[in-house]
């Protein structure tokens, strides 16, 4: 490989961190669904309360892998219907005969609110907005960052069903590098609470391609939750596309620990 070679594929690398890191960081309940799933919920943490997630994640496709040991997620509750986020990833980036780069990855600073609540006796959902912006602290050229800012612009929707909670929603990011395009974010998943200890669920996902030459990206998620406490828990998750698997998302894997208090 030459050396524009090597600098395309770690570009592109890159990307496909901003993505991963994204979507597998973005939300923040354990109740409900967010980590260890792509798709996030409309929790937020109660006024003067904090959420600490550290995570390990792992992603292999064609050419590569990338990944973060750890990401921290710190979430605080400003009122009971807003909620600040700051997450910061130590990213790994591997090229298949160019070799491994760690570093700080892209920062990602946003706000989640929640402007309509559910009916418990009806069918009226939860809705959230949760804007994003993504700073360029990681280093584009070994695969670390995208290089510029982006961001996020998301609708969730919840609606639990006991033991069952339905979750969803999507939107729009915004890429503004010469080769990137903007893309779109979908997911729709449910959680079945088994008891108090033990949840598990399921959800799609679908990605508009994020670069020119990228493909779109359609995936299964599965995970599960384990309160040990109402303060600790841990969460698991794989994940494979159904599309373009090769190309996107041959095999990934989230590992967290939540504290909450």
């Known amino acids: 490989m030459n050396a524009f070679g090597r600098a395309a594929t770690w570009?592109?690398?890159?990307?496909?961190?901003?993505?991963?890191?994204?979507?597998?960081?973005?939300?923040?309940?354990?109740?409900?669904?967010?980590?260890?799933f792509l798709t996030d919920d409309?929790?937020?943490q109660e006024a003067g309360h904090f959420e600490i997630n550290i995570a390990?994640?792992?992603?292999?496709?064609?050419?590569?892998?990338n990944g973060a040991i750890p990401s921290v997620e710190v979430n605080y509750g400003v009122t009971d219907n807003l909620q600040i986020t700051i997450l910061t990833p130590l990213s790994v980036a591997h090229v298949d005969g160019a070799g491994t780069h760690v570093g700080l990855g892209d920062t990602r600073l946003?706000?989640?609110?929640?402007?309509?609540?559910?009916?418990?006796?009806?069918?009226?959902?939860?809705?959230?907005?949760a804007p994003?912006?993504?700073?360029?602290?990681?280093?584009?050229?070994?695969?670390?960052?995208?290089?510029?800012?982006?961001?996020?612009?998301?609708?969730?929707?919840?609606?639990?069903?006991?033991?069952?909670?339905?979750?969803?929603?999507?939107?729009?990011?915004?890429?503004t590098g010469t080769d990137d395009l903007n893309w779109w974010?979908?997911?729709?998943?449910?959680?079945r609470e088994l008891d108090p200890k033990w949840t598990v669920g399921a959800e799609i996902f679908h990605s508009t391609p994020t670069g020119?030459?990228?493909k779109e990206s359609t995936g299964l998620n599965v995970g599960v939750i384990y309160n040990i406490s109402d303060t600790h828990h841990l969460m698991l998750a794989v994940s494979r596309n159904?599309?373009?698997?090769?190309?996107?998302?041959?095999?990934?894997?989230?590992?967290?620990?939540?504290l909450t208090f």
């Not at 946003?110 to 907005?129: H, T, Y």
């Open 132 to 175: 994003t912006i993504i700073l360029p602290s990681g280093n584009a050229s070994r695969g670390l960052g995208d290089g510029q800012i982006t961001g996020f612009v998301p609708l969730w929707v919840t609606k639990e069903f006991k033991p069952w909670t339905v979750f969803g929603g999507g939107g729009y990011n915004i890429n």
């Open 56 to 65: 390990a994640q792992y992603i292999r496709f064609k050419g590569g892998s």
């Open 242 to 258: 159904l599309v373009n698997a090769r190309e996107n998302n041959e095999f990934s894997t989230y590992l967290g620990y939540q």
């Open 42 to 44: 409309t929790d937020t």
């Open 212 to 214: 020119r030459g990228l």
């Open 185 to 191: 974010f979908f997911g729709a998943g449910v959680l």
């Open 11 to 36: 570009h592109r690398i890159g990307l496909c961190t901003i993505m991963s890191v994204l979507a597998g960081a973005l939300g923040s309940s354990v109740a409900e669904a967010g980590p260890p």
């Open 110 to 129: 946003s706000f989640k609110f929640r402007f309509v609540e559910a009916d418990d006796q009806g069918w009226k959902p939860n809705l959230a907005i």
